[in-house]
């Protein structure tokens, strides 16, 4: 039976019903250690770790322990659930958007350790294709398409940064970027709906 992995905040664990009955492992993995959920069908990883009187902040989250953890944990695909702003007029809060590209500047995250490891990295048309079609069975309204800009973090864009994002990107974020590109080295397909919680700044 395929699992899917999911990488979200720890509002999820709090808020989704998907979950419960889940049984919590601390998985170790070359990269460090993740703290995971798992059930038959998902296989859910706390982003910003699972101890809710230590949040890890979006800079210091360690992405290939994540990834790695759900692909020992033998998912087959990955979704990111991501909060965003938006650099469009249009894109209101309370949105979904699922990119289909992505664009950050600073340094990623990888698994790459004294060896080459050349990678055009990308969204999966396959995980973006069962996000869109799941909102609309949902009834969730869903943008098709977009560019996502990562920021490092974690300090708020500014006004001027907003404006030079809005250029190229229509949501800005801290995490998507960092994950894709892992979850590309490791061979995981991977896609993410993008929850627009406000205007970025300016």
Known sequence: M????????TFMMEKSSLLHGGQREKVHTPYG???AVVTDRLVFVLRHGADPNHYVLPHLINHPANLRALKDLDVTEVVGVNSTGSLKKNLSPGLLVIPDDFISFAPTP??????????????SEMVRGRLVAAA???GIPAVDRGVYWQAP???LETRTEIRMMAAAADVVGMTMASEAVVA???DLPYASACSVDNYGNG
């Open 136 to 138: 609309g069975n949902a």
């Open 33 to 35: 250690a993740a703290c």
């Open 184 to 186: 590309c080295e490791l």
């Open 110 to 123: 990888t698994i790459a350790d004294g060896r080459p490891l050349h990678i055009t990295p990308s969204l």
């Open 2 to 9: 395929a699992r899917i992995g999911i990488l979200a905040g």
């Open 153 to 155: 973090g974690p300090r």
